[in-house]
């Protein structure tokens, strides 16, 4: 085995120890590596941004140069912008709190957070604009980082979006909204606290007073609504403050009318049979309307214009169309339609002239304050329910005489009493020739025939009028006739008679008919008193004769017999007439008074004298009652009590009415009654 050298073992020692620190120096190293990877990975993460520092150093000396101007440029006004938003926000407490305790600080603040959404939303574009060219041209020129870029090209294209919206409350949060909401709820709140309705005076004096002349609502609120009312409209809410004022007042106008109790301008045509039932009603409408025209919508017509005037005449009369409309006029114009719907008689003439009475004396109110063209629908009803007044009016006047005439076919009252047709037409013809109606009637058929071209002379009203009272004559006469028991129909004509003259003298058509045809038919009813007294009761008297009633002619017994005959004959006579009499009727009192003294004057006389000179022959007789049946006192009250009007049951013309144009008969109120 060889000998290992020393020289040998000294190499090897020398290696190993080299080894070994290389083994020490590779662990240290590898540990310094181990501790280098993060800040490695730092490094890497920072390169981006050291690069796009030093990018501006490798980028064109005159990009470098021009970029700070252009910097410039482009921030200075989105710093205006900022600075402007910045001032919005600051007027939000302000503009949050409410606005009644400072009405024209509010509405100072307001127009300037307008001024200032008006100012960022015309400059918003051109800042976003002037970002864009800036970032644009960093883009260009390679001056600033890709992704940089990326983030502010981002960043702006939000901004335009927001800014193509449209949309303010997105610059101001809400504030503008929310503040004209609190002046929508100040304007109604004003109009709500200063809306009284007016009092109501008794319903006798609607009408009396003029027009009312102050405004309604005091000069400072008014001014007050007119500030509010100038805001809202340059925000585009001109509308809802509209709608406010109109629901606050026309609420306030059905207010006032509520205490007149117009429930029956609700009532349909299937509520009531004729106008009669409800005749209270329209003589009611003319006053209420005249005192809704005249002191509540003309007061809202002057409100309008004081509240609305600077916004424009289209506006506020607009706005009034609306209150009009939705406080009653038209219910007011329907009630009179619907009376004209009504079945007609002539009782609905009269009414129909009411009606064009009242709308002829509001002409020129209506045409102020519905004349403009907001108040059409107004304007079409009115003119529909004139149209509709004027020819059912007319109509029904012109077919007064051919109704009289029909009626001549039936049959005349069983009582002999005046027909209610005679009755009613006196007193109505009278009416229509009355100042009341005369002026009315006229112009109403003047406009009828210039709507058919034709020509109007009063004298056609004049005739048309004793053209009916002819046909009453004719039918008198044709009723009379129908009698069968010719005395009834003397005492009916006696009735008539009398009652046209009693009741057209003095009167505008009995002026008309003249002095003559009154005496005429005063002489015609004496006529006839005459004849019905000679055929009736007129005959008693000779029942009591005297002759063979001489004691001494035939004995006291012969005598007694010839009494109690005759006695006999004039109680069944004068039984038989007074119980079919007791049914005949004389409304007149004077008449019925003198009628009755003329029958006692022609029977109780005779009567009497016969019974003290004959009586006591009978008056020992058994059966002397059979034939004394009646005292002087008892004939007398019995005669004088005839002909009076039974109660609830007096003359009537009930006849049919062929041509189905009015209802059968006519008003109760126009039935022949007590004359007292």
Known sequence: MAVVSDSMIEKLASARKSLKSSLEKSKALGLALEKSGPRLEEINQRLPTLEAAVRPIRAQKEALVAVGGHINRAVSPAAAVLNVFDAVHGLEKSLLSDPRNDLPGYLSVLKRLEEALKFLGDNCGLAIQWLEDIVEYLED?????????????KSLKNLRDLQNDGERARLDGGLLEAALDKLECEFRLLLTENSVPLPMSSP???????????????????????????????N?????????????????????????????????????????????????????????????????????NDVYERIGLDVWMGCFAKIAAQAGILAFLQFGKTVTESKKDPIKLLKLLDIFASLNKLRLDFNRLFGGAACIEIQNLTRDLIKRVIEGAAE????????????????????????????????????????????ILTQVLVIHRNWKHEKFQE????DAILKITKAIEHNLETWSKGYEDVTLSNFFLMNNHWHLHKHLKGTKLGDLLGDSWLKEHDQSKDYYAAIFLKDSWGKLPSLLSREGLMLFSGGRATARELVKKRLKSFNEAFDDMYKKQSNWVVSEKDL??????????????????????????????????????????????????LFQPKP?????????????????????????????
């Not at 600033?144 to 090209?153: F, G, H, I």
């Not at 609607?206 to 008014?222: H, N, R």
């Not at 039932?277 to 007061?299: M, R």
């Open 141 to 153: 020129n390679l001056v600033a980082d890709d992704r940089y870029v990326s983030n502010l090209k």
């Open 204 to 234: 006798s004096a609607l009408g009396e007073q003029p027009c009312i002349a102050p405004s309604p609502l005091p000069v400072t609120v008014i001014q007050k609504l007119q500030a509010i009312i100038g805001r809202l409209t340059a």
């Open 236 to 304: 585009k809410r001109l509308e809802k403050c509209i709608s406010i004022y109109v629901e606050v007042r026309s609420s306030n106008v059905r207010a006032s009318l509520q205490a007149l109790d117009l429930d029956y301008l609700e009532i349909s045509i299937s509520e009531f049979n004729d106008v009669q039932s409800i005749e209270g009603y329209i003589a009611q409408w003319g006053k209420h309307l005249e005192f809704a025209v005249k002191h509540l919508f003309e007061a809202e017509y002057k409100l309008c």
């Open 396 to 439: 029904i006047f012109w077919e007064l005489l051919v109704q009289v005439e029909l009626q001549r076919q039936t049959t005349p009252p069983s009582d002999g009493s005046v027909p209610r047709l005679v009755s009613f037409l006196t007193d109505y013809c009278n009416r229509l020739l009355g100042d009341s109606y005369k002026p």
């Open 459 to 462: 004298r056609l009203l004049v």
């Open 592 to 641: 019925r008074e003198k009628t009755c003294q003329l029958i006692v004057q022609a029977v109780v006389p005779v009567y009497r004298s016969y019974m003290q000179n004959y009586g006591p022959l009978v008056e020992q007789d058994p059966s002397a009652s059979k034939y004394a049946k009646y005292t002087v006192q008892t004939l007398e009250k019995m005669l004088a009590s």
């Open 648 to 676: 609830g049951k007096y003359a009537s013309f009930n006849g049919r009415q062929p041509s189905g144009k009015f209802s059968n008969g006519l008003p109760d109120q126009y039935h022949s009654s007590p004359r007292g």
